[in-house]
């Protein structure tokens, strides 16, 4: 049993932290996949701009 009271601190930190740091991954990884489609998206526009 004491064992388990002396991980507690370390599960408590698994618990709270990975999951944040999961979260600020996706959201820094979805930023960058927009930013790319965006400037595809800017790309496109521009030839059909200039097509006309």
């Known amino acids: 049993m ?6 507690l601190p370390g599960l408590l930190f698994l618990f709270y932290f990975v999951p944040v ?5 996706f959201m820094v990884t ?3 996949q927009m930013k790319v ?5 800017e ?3 521009e030839k ?3 097509s006309e």
């Open 30 to 32: 979805l930023v960058k």
């Open 37 to 41: 489609q965006t400037k595809l998206l």
């Open 21 to 25: 740091i999961f979260i600020i991954w």
């Open 43 to 45: 790309q496109i526009h």
């Open 2 to 7: 004491e064992t388990l009271t002396a991980l």
């Open 48 to 50: 059909l701009n200039s």
